[in-house]
């Protein structure tokens, strides 16, 4: 397991002292006590031990540093300027309300502008926003903003199609719902032909999307 940092940078630049393993481990014990279970039981004992370790998991995005992670690009490209589309990128997130998950597929593509960047670092730059207490909404346009920003292409297109928990086994229990969101910057947000296009590519959002639910 990496060892986190004692501080983790937050994003609107607060920076929130991290509690230390014994009081994260207390922490799930009282919520075990509030679920209505005892947390001495054999079956419960190494659970805060586990749910601190899943957590550094869940949440292993706030130790990355997205626009790092951008950093380094292609040129070398022989002209080619047509859509890049990484597409299917499955993730799995947590909603900030109720840290219940939301599993779902992102689409990121890109019309480059001389520069290109390896396909697994949008994979990478998914999972790093993914890995943080999240809504969709946000997720989406942060992903959009940081490719923007880092690599300067002539446009940025993302599709996010999640499946919210927080809708299936909770509150309203509606499964099989899933939320679509998008965010079209520079070409793809001011022509119309370049946007069709890179929507055709993703396909119909929602098509296959039964397995997760
Ligand atoms: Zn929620």
């Given at each position: 397991m990496t060892q986190r940092k004692t501080f983790s940078l937050i994003e609107d630049k607060h920076i929130v002292p991290r509690p230390t393993r014994a009081e994260a481990e207390e922490a799930v014990r009282v919520l075990l006590r509030w679920a209505g279970d005892d947390p001495g039981r054999e079956g419960l004992i190494d659970t805060p031990e586990r749910v601190a370790s899943a957590f550094d998991e869940y949440f292993s995005g706030y130790s990355a540093d997205p626009v790092d992670l951008l950093k380094r690009t292609f040129e070398e490209v022989d002209g080619y300027d047509e859509i890049v589309l990484l597409r299917d990128i499955r993730f799995e997130s947590h909603c900030e309300h109720h840290m219940a998950p939301i599993i779902g597929k992102a689409h990121v593509a890109y019309l480059p502008h001389r520069r290109v960047v390896g396909i697994s670092k949008l994979a990478r730059l998914v999972e790093v926003y993914a890995k943080r207490l999240t809504i969709q909404e946000k997720m989406t346009a942060q992903i959009a903003n940081t490719l923007d920003e880092v690599l300067r292409p002539k446009g940025v297109a993302v599709v996010?199609?999640?499946?919210?928990?927080?809708?299936?086994?909770?509150?309203?229990?509606?499964?099989?719902?899933?939320?679509?969101?998008?965010?079209?910057?520079?070409?793809?947000?001011?022509?119309?032909?370049?946007?069709?296009?890179?929507?055709?590519?993703?396909?119909?959002?929602?098509?296959?999307?039964?397995?997760?639910v």
């Open positions: 996010i199609e999640g499946a919210h928990q927080c809708m299936t086994t909770r509150g309203v229990h509606k499964p099989g719902v899933s939320m679509v969101t998008s965010r079209m910057l520079g070409v793809f947000r001011t022509n119309p032909t370049t946007r069709r296009e890179v929507l055709s590519m993703i396909g119909t959002p929602g098509g296959a999307f039964g397995e997760h």
